[in-house]
């Protein structure tokens, strides 16, 4: 099943929910400021995914750090101020068994969608999906 972490106010997260609601695609909606945010979850993420891409420097959040607090941004500080600050988390992290995508995008999503949940290969897929698709293997698939 696909969850969906986002945040409900974000309306990138209205826009994917809705989306998946009108076209009939199973979804749980994991809120990760009400919900909770912790360390496994982004540490499963980013052994998916580059760590750099669930950073949101486009935050309102972001630019009310400190220039000091985010110099010299590594992977362990990156966590820290996103499990304090939850929405720094770019919005939504779409994760299913077989893909994980940061963004959102009707359009890639649903060729997206067709190929990962759909065409029964063993793969993970690895995307933003306001850019490109890359296909890695599958830890969760026996080979």
Known sequence: MLTV???KSCDTCRKARKYFAENDIEFRFHDVRDDGLDIQ???RWSGR???TKLLNKQSLTWRKIPEVDRSGMGESKAF???IENPTLVKRPVLESETFIAVGFSEK????FWDRSEHSGFGSTETA???GAVSVLPNPLCSS
């Open 49 to 51: 995914i580059d760590w």
């Open 41 to 43: 979850m982004l540490e």
């Open 80 to 82: 820290a101020l996103m």
């Open 5 to 7: 972490y986002g945040i």
């Open 108 to 111: 890639r999503f649903a060729a």
């Open 128 to 130: 933003s999906l306001t």
